[in-house]
C-alpha cells in the first residue's frame, strides 16, 4: 500500500510539475527522516492540485544532493524536511521542519505571499 502510494505521488508530481519553473518550492528530504514521510502522506499527494502547489511546482531532493544544480541556497540546509522557495535559482525563503497539516498550509500561504506575489486566486 505504501508503496502505490509513493507510486503515485511520484507521478502526480511529475505530471504536474513542468521540466523547468522559474517558480518552484524544494522539498530537501533525507532518507529515514519520519517527518519527511509524514508530509509525503498527509501533504505531498494534494499539494500538485492545489493552487498553491500549481504557483510553486514541488522538486524533492535528497539533502546529499542540495542545493540541486542551477540553485542557490541562502544557507546550508540542517534540518529535514526543509522547504525552499525558489525563483530562477535563487532562494526567496524557507520552511524549516514539517509543522503539520494545519500550519503548513498557512506557512507556505504566508511565504508565497510575501516573497513571491501569490495572492490566492487562480
Given at each position: 500500500?505504501?508503496?502505490?502510494?509513493?507510486?503515485?505521488?511520484?507521478?502526480?508530481?511529475?505530471?504536474?510539475?513542468?521540466?523547468?519553473?522559474?517558480?518552484?518550492?524544494?522539498?530537501?528530504?533525507?532518507?529515514?527522516?519520519?517527518?519527511?514521510?509524514?508530509?509525503k502522506?498527509?501533504?505531498?499527494?494534494?499539494?500538485?492540485?492545489?493552487?498553491?502547489?500549481?504557483?510553486?511546482?514541488l522538486?524533492?531532493?535528497?539533502?546529499?544532493?542540495?542545493?540541486?544544480?542551477?540553485?542557490?541556497?541562502?544557507?546550508?540546509?540542517?534540518?529535514?524536511?526543509?522547504?525552499?522557495?525558489?525563483?530562477?535559482?535563487?532562494?526567496?525563503?524557507?520552511?524549516?521542519?514539517?509543522?503539520?497539516?494545519?500550519?503548513?498550509?498557512?506557512?507556505?500561504?504566508?511565504?508565497?505571499s510575501?516573497?513571491?506575489?501569490?495572492?490566492?486566486?487562480?
Amino acid at each position: 500500500m505504501a508503496v502505490a502510494k509513493s507510486f503515485l505521488f511520484a507521478l502526480a508530481l511529475a505530471l504536474a510539475a513542468p521540466a523547468a519553473a522559474a517558480l518552484e518550492l524544494i522539498m530537501v528530504d533525507r532518507q529515514g527522516c519520519p517527518y519527511c514521510e509524514a508530509w509525503k502522506e498527509d501533504i505531498g499527494p494534494a499539494y500538485p492540485m492545489t493552487e498553491m502547489g500549481q504557483f510553486a511546482p514541488l522538486r524533492i531532493v535528497d539533502i546529499k544532493d542540495a542545493p540541486p544544480q542551477g540553485v542557490t541556497f541562502d544557507s546550508r540546509v540542517l534540518f529535514t524536511p526543509t522547504f525552499v522557495l525558489i525563483e530562477d535559482g535563487a532562494e526567496l525563503g524557507r520552511i524549516e521542519g514539517h509543522p503539520g497539516d494545519d500550519f503548513f498550509w498557512g506557512l507556505l500561504f504566508r511565504l508565497l505571499s510575501d516573497r513571491a506575489g501569490y495572492d490566492g486566486a487562480s
